[in-house]
């Protein structure tokens, strides 16, 4: 270890960073598969491999490395795996943009090759920045979702809950983005708000008010409220639709909205997701007028090639030109978009596969699952309660796992690999038997690919190394850390394939952190110029200020706004604790003592316990992951208990070569190597740094510490203690002398307690102080009495003198109950009130004292003596 062997005056923290990340082995952070320690298994989020840390992933990093460094400290035995969900539109949009093609324009695999590549550039650059923030990651334990290893596994997922019933394909209309040209899940589906034109027009004789003419072609019925008058004998009849001329049947349904428009809506297959319900409900017809490209269909007549938003102009100038448009108003709405390229989002209806969603497996599971914050329950729950279809898992795109099935072209039977024979692609492998059925042997392969989250969702049951059958020997997990904007997504689907494939919860707790926003609030974006970068911030102060921004700068779950501030206050802590390191230091290194002991001295007593309940506090804080709370407490003892009052407390015991010197000594290692120690999940490298000069080796090898100091007489006596040499230093201060400058003779009384300093308030504020345990005996003296001359001057004029002399001469006790009146050359004069006010003093044995009250304690100050 080349570390300096003095500590430098300042604390540099890029080389001190730089030297121990090259101390740190790969293998201290290995995770041991035959270890009989108990496991902490962190299931951490693969990260989209876009090939840059961004501020929100180096927060949850640090949040995950927190928790990891702190449970090997604990004795478990920890994984910190790294994944990388790679598959996906963004990577397939990016390939299509580096090589100006799209993805029609190469073969299949080619352009899946293309895809692999770009994807294997970002992980390299983003392991890159992993490992320069230091972060304990076990990489032995990486996976990479698009590799045959993982992605086999996400086949062997498919067919297992594809044989379990919960696994089908079905016709049915799903959430399509015409854009992508791609199925997309209803919790991909993001919402914008936009004003739109209400349209009322003539339907055969009913007026009808519709946003989206464009669909006329796929009217199958118009409904209306069953109790709506305005309609009665409608019911049963058969209107012509306007311009496209088909029948369609007048029904009742109670979810019709009689305030809105007319009162009579038309129902197409599908303006929104209330058509879907009618159309079920009623047993309608499927009418589709839109297409995957998102352009009119030969339903639509002569409208048919346009693309939906020149068909709906067209509509309206024909309906206008027909006379049949009666007005049109402005409506405010809710439009679903992609999250991917913010298109609006059609219903279409295709074939898709689907995986089932059963609401109460996954409520009673969630339930089951401890949850820190624990509100963040309630919108899993809130999401499963709203689920009103299944989840739709096919996508029609190319760089992701491959559904794992064939068609017999003979007759038609769907055929599956054998699970030996994993991963397939079927577009290039084929069954090796021929059909079980027919004996064909021609198939097709199924060309629909899954969603992402079929990969992800089984990331807990990958880390275990699951076999694809059976309940891996270390699941489930213990801990799940992820962002609340994937809740209803990754931790959701999640749920639902871990009970599906096991029977059991996949973790035993799950972690969910806030966003991180910009300095002014917002969510960090380049058009609102608020971005920072992990790389800005750790040049200028260091991985360590970053870390301890996390985890102060918001309690787990709360968005945190980015602050320079905290990230400024984070780098004067470490060169506070620097210098106290340092001070430390030079005193523990001189003639150290050879034996520990447990210190005698108050203050020593006070400090260790004070130490043992820091301690406990951040055990506490850490086992609930409160990080905030838990470094909070950290920089409040080292900063006021440490610095502020006891190495001020001990400074002179620490100078002088008395016994209790070695008490001193004792506690001050005993302070810094726990602080070290509480610290280092929090700050390793900081920690390290420290560690090494107070007592060798590497904090990473230590232990959490277990201290038992605690002593509630040593907290109470020891706070009067720090109170007493505050005040008095504060009352040296305002006597206008220097704090080093002989105070006198100090008495403090504290009835009943008796307190032993050992000295140490005496040589702190350079007093002669002495605790006595008893009631104060102190004598009241008239020593002074001053005289309103406002009053006195123009009341007495020329006896003004004789009157104060008389006031003067009253004994002490009528002086202090008030006179009226006093004699002054044998008459009665009479003394108005607020004319004097007599001065009272206290003394002891005849000398004069001035009096402090510090809690129970009376302070008797005698400077003059
Ligand atoms: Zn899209
Ligand atoms: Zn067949």
């Known amino acids: 270890m080349s570390s300096p062997e003095d500590l430098s005056k300042t604390y540099d923290y890029a080389e001190v960073e730089r030297r121990w990340l090259d101390q740190w082995r790969d ?77 029609n324009d190469v073969p299949r695999e080619e352009f899946r090759q293309m895809c692999r590549d770009l994807t294997r550039e970002n992980i390299e650059m983003m392991r890159h920045s992993l490992r320069l923030m230091g972060f304990s990651v076990d990489w032995s334990n990486e996976y990479i979702t698009m590799d045959e290893s993982y992605f086999g596994l996400t086949q062997a997922s498919f067919l297992r809950m594809l044989k379990d019933g919960y696994i089908y394909q079905s016709e049915h209309p799903v959430n399509f983005c015409t854009r992508c040209e791609t199925a997309i899940a209803f919790a991909e589906v993001a919402y914008t708000e936009n004003t739109t034109l209400l349209n009322y027009f003539d339907f055969d004789g009913v007026e009808i008010a519709t946003t989206r003419p464009e669909l006329l072609a796929a009217c199958v019925a118009v409904a209306v409220h069953p109790e709506d008058s305005r309609y009665d004998g409608l019911k049963g009849k058969t209107l012509t639709v ?29 303006g929104d997701k209330q058509d879907v319900i009618w159309w079920k409900s009623h047993n309608l017809d499927l009418r589709s007028a839109i297409d995957q490209k998102g352009v009119m269909t030969a339903l639509c007549g002569r409208y048919a090639g346009m693309k939906a ?54 409520i009673s599971t969630a339930k089951a699952i401890n949850w820190y914050p624990e509100h963040m329950l309630t919108r899993l729950l809130n ?63 199924e060309t629909d690919v899954l969603d992402t989250w079929m990969d992800s969702s089984i990331s807990p049951l990958a880390i275990a190394k699951w076999d694809g059958k059976t309940t891996p020997a270390v699941y ?13 997504t990754w931790a959701f689907y999640t749920i639902l394939r871990s009970v599906a494939l096991t029977g059991e919860k996949p973790w035993e707790g799950i972690m969910v952190n806030g966003m991180v926003l910009g300095e002014d609030g917002f969510k960090m974006s380049k058009s609102r110029n608020n971005v920072i970068t992990p790389d800005e911030l750790i040049d200028r102060y260091g991985v360590d200020a970053l870390r301890q921004w996390a985890a102060v700068g918001a309690a787990m779950g709360s968005d945190i706004t980015f602050s320079w501030n905290d990230v400024v206050a984070a780098s004067r802590f470490q060169t506070k604790m620097w210098n106290i390191v340092r001070f430390s230091l030079l ?11 447990s210190p005698a001295e108050l203050a020593d007593r006070w400090l260790l316990s004070r ?99 605690t002593d509630a007489g040593a907290e109470e006596n020891g706070d009067l203690l720090v109170s007493v040499v505050s005040e008095l230093r504060k009352y040296k201060h305002e006597a206008g002398l220097a704090l080093n400058a002989p105070l006198g003779h100090v008495t403090i009384y504290t009835p009943g307690i008796s307190i032993d300093d050992g000295g140490d308030a005496g040589r702190c504020t350079n007093a002669d102080i002495e605790w006595k345990p008893e009631e104060p005996h102190l004598d009241r003296v008239l020593s002074d009495i001053t005289f309103n001359m406002g009053i006195i001057g123009p009341t007495f004029r020329k006896e003004a003198n004789a009157v104060m002399q008389a006031i003067r001469a009253l004994p002490p006790d009528a002086l202090e109950a008030g006179v009226d009146s006093v004699m002054v050359n044998g008459s009665e004069i009479t003394v108005p009130e607020g004319a004097y006010t007599p001065v009272f003093s206290y003394a002891i044995e005849g000398e004069e004292v001035d009096l402090l009250t510090v809690g129970i304690a009376l302070l008797a100050i005698r400077t003059h003596a």
Request: hydrophobic share 35%; aromatic share 10%.
């Open 587 to 597: 005193q523990i290194r001189k003639d150290a003592p050879t034996s520990a002991e």
């Open 27 to 103: 293998e201290d952070f290995y995770f041991d598969w035959e270890s009989a320690e108990p496991r902490y298994v962190i299931d951490t989020p693969p990260p989209y491999p876009t090939g840059r840390l961004h501020i929100g992933h180096a927060l949850n990093w640090v949040y995950m490395d927190i928790v990891a460094r702190y449970k090997r400290m604990r004795g478990f035995n920890v994984m910190f795996p790294q994944g990388w969900d790679c598959h996906g539109l963004p990577t397939e949009v990016k390939v299509e943009e580096i090589h100006g093609i799209t993805k």
């Open 309 to 362: 938003k020149e068909c709906r102009e067209a509509i309206l100038s024909d309906m206008k030109g027909s006379g049949i448009l009666k007005r049109q108003e402005e409506l405010p709405q809710r439009v679903g978009t992609c999250w991917r390229c913010q298109t609006p989002i059609e219903i279409l209806s295709a074939r898709q596969w689907f995986v089932k969603v059963k609401p109460d497996e996954i």
């Open 611 to 709: 130490l043992s309940a820091t301690v406990e506090e951040v055990t506490d804080a850490l086992d609930a992951y409160q990080y905030d709370r838990g470094l909070k407490a950290i920089r409040d003892f080292a900063w006021s208990s440490l610095a502020d009052n006891y190495l001020e407390l001990v400074k002179g015991r620490l100078y002088s070569d008395l016994p209790s010197r070695a008490g001193a000594v004792f506690t001050l290692k005993t302070a810094l190597d726990t602080l070290c120690r509480l610290l280092a999940p929090y700050t390793p490298f900081f920690a390290s740094e420290c560690f090494h000069h107070l007592a060798g080796g590497r904090i990473i090898d230590q232990e959490w510490p277990h201290l038992d100091y």
């Open 476 to 488: 489930p997990t213990q801990l799940r850390p992820q962002g609340h904007d994937i809740i209803r």
């Open 242 to 270: 306007p311009i496209f001329s088909h029948p369609v049947p007048v029904i009742e349904d109670e979810a019709v909205d009689p305030a809105f428009g007319s009162g009579a809506v038309m129902i197409c297959t599908f």
């Open 383 to 445: 999401w499963t309660h709203q689920m009103e279809w299944d989840w739709c898992i096919s996508r029609q795109r190319l760089f992701a796992t491959p559904i794992p099935v064939w068609f017999c072209e003979g007759c038609g039977e769907m055929i599956l690999p054998d699970p030996e024979d994993l991963p397939i692609d079927p577009t290039v492998d084929s069954p090796k038997q021929p059909c079980p059925k027919c004996g064909s042997t021609s198939f097709t392969g």
